[in-house]
């Protein structure tokens, strides 16, 4: 297991990021890194290097500290990915290039792990969990755990394994949340405002999502896609399109859902979800993304429909291989 003391050891400036477009895992884990080594190292420089996350985590201690460009030519004596790849950190790929020594922190089952030293487990509900894991190996960093690293920490774990209903959820999720509450934060609270509640942008552009999505393969896969034109109908933004593909997934019959939206001339961003038997890491992969079992994405280019139909080949070719092509 990966010693983060140890693999910081004697450096004086260390950067964490994650992959473009945060989830709330991604910004859990980052921010609860660094809050970790702000007391693990006083004496360090450590940053967070990442998109600007969406306005409901403004509440969680150091989003305000976040470095949301790289346009400060800084070179890191280490640098941290975590939820991703280094090629998926977007600008902060700029920093991951020059640090002096990379580690690599995920839990993606397409991530075989990269940089000078990693810890990836895919069996994991979310990048939090693993981070959760490195610090709970060692007493000393336990006792560094107070009620805003375990609250930050909470809101990355609850993100990705949707508030413990996913089946990315072990008893051993349970366990580490049950420890996370006993800190004394308001959970119920914090799943609402981060996880359900949504800005009137934000349902609008939702329901116009659900009311064009159309159903494939009999039912069993539902799609739907936001042009740019939409977006800007509605004045929304790629943050408020978060948590469209489970509204998708949850349409009774439907085992993969599907949300593409334009991000660029011919260019998507495709979000998959699977309820049992399709492994969606899979579709991801293949066309040169990554992801978990049940969520997972990628970006694609060329004609929409052309996209859809490549995606279908390989929707079909799973349930053939399982049985469910009928």
Known sequence: MLDLGKECQGALSIGITGHTNPDGDCIGTT???????KKLKPECRVDVILEKPAPEFDFIQGIDQIITDDQVPFVYD??????????RCGHANTYVMRAKKLLNIDHHISNPGCGDAYYVDPKASSAAEVLYDLIASRQEY????????????????????????????????????????????????????????????QSQI???????????????????????????????????????????????????????????TQEYKISMRSRSYIDVAKVAVFFGGGGHVRAAGCNMNGNFYDIVNNLMEQIVLQMEQNGQDE
């Open 31 to 37: 921010l609860a890194l660094w809050q970790f080594l």
């Open 78 to 87: 280490v640098m941290i990915v975590v939820d991703s790849v280094p090629e």
């Open 142 to 201: 336990l006792d560094l755990i107070d009620k805003e690293l375990a609250q930050t920490i909470y809101v990355g774990i609850i993100h990705d394994s949707g508030v413990m209903q996913y089946s990315n959820t072990s008893p051993k999720t349970l366990r580490i949340v049950a420890d996370l509450i006993s800190y004394g934060f308001d959970f119920p609270k914090l799943i609402e405002e981060t996880f359900y509640e949504r800005t009137y942008i």
């Open 206 to 264: 939702t329901g116009r999502a659900v009311l064009e999505a159309f159903p494939m393969l009999g039912g069993k896969c539902m799609v739907s896609m936001v042009d740019r034109k939409t977006m800007d109908f509605y004045g929304a933004e790629k943050k408020d399109l978060s948590g469209i593909v489970n509204e998708l997934r949850n349409i009774k019959g439907v085992e993969v859902a599907i949300f593409i939206y334009e991000v660029g």
